[in-house]
T-cell receptor, first 113, second 111 residues
């Protein structure tokens, strides 16, 4: 069964550094998402991406965040200058249709020190 | 008012019993509803999707949707210790593409 792939599984970075989290969505899916989950808290929406542009973003997704689909397979989340409070599990997800279920990757655990 | 509300639990049931998990949502015209299971430290895993009023069964799982009451539930029959996890309810609010998640209900199935 096709799956969403995320790399790396764990990223440790120092405060103020830039990080790029990488995702390969399921190949025939059209809608791509980033969510995050701070330890012990709920899964929170960050941004959705469709037709090569951001279709929706949350208040969390400020100017420090950006997304890109640099080629036909990868989907990346960049955090320009990480803060301690960015420490969380970041999940990439994709779906084939607008009402279809989201399929999640295994996540990247980001630790900012 | 939270968009999607769940009792955080833990909900403890004996092995073999029926576990009943509940979720309410705030926007009456929400259209699509999902249940995910999340083991500690892992990603959400889809269990069921439901789009219309009534029941939908898949193996040991039954999702129930009542749009008039803004209520969606998940029944797990013959609960197993491996079902012990956090169950997340997710809703697509109208006019949006992103799913909004509840905080989840932790289920413990006692052997």
């Amino acid at each position: 069964e096709p799956e969403v792939t995320q790399t790396p599984s764990h990223q440790v970075t120092q405060m103020g550094q830039e990080v790029i989290l990488r995702c390969v969505p399921i190949s025939n899916h059209l809608y791509f998402y980033w969510y995050r989950q701070i330890l012990g808290q709920k899964v929170e929406f960050l941004v959705s991406f469709y037709n090569n542009e951001i279709s929706e973003k949350s208040e969390i997704f400020d100017d420090q965040f950006s997304v890109e689909r640099p080629d036909g397979s990868n989907f990346t989340l960049k955090i320009r200058s990480t803060k301690l409070e960015d420490s969380a599990m970041y999940f990439c997800a994709s779906r084939g249709g607008e009402e279809s279920p989201l399929h999640f990757g295994n996540g990247t655990r980001l630790t900012v020190t | 008012q939270k968009e999607v509300e769940q009792n955080s639990g833990p909900l403890s049931v004996p092995e073999g019993a029926i576990a009943s998990l509940n979720c309410t949502y705030s926007d009456r015209v929400s259209q699509s509803f999902f249940w995910y299971r999340q083991y500690s430290g892992k990603s959400p895993e889809l269990i069921m999707s439901i789009y219309s009023n009534g029941d939908k069964e898949d193996g040991r799982f039954t999702a129930q949707l009542n749009k008039a009451s803004q209520y969606v539930s998940l029944l797990i029959r013959d609960s197993q210790p491996s079902d012990s996890a956090t169950y997340l309810c997710a809703v697509t609010p109208p006019g949006r593409r992103a799913l909004t998640f509840g905080s989840g209900t932790r289920l413990q199935v006692q052997p």
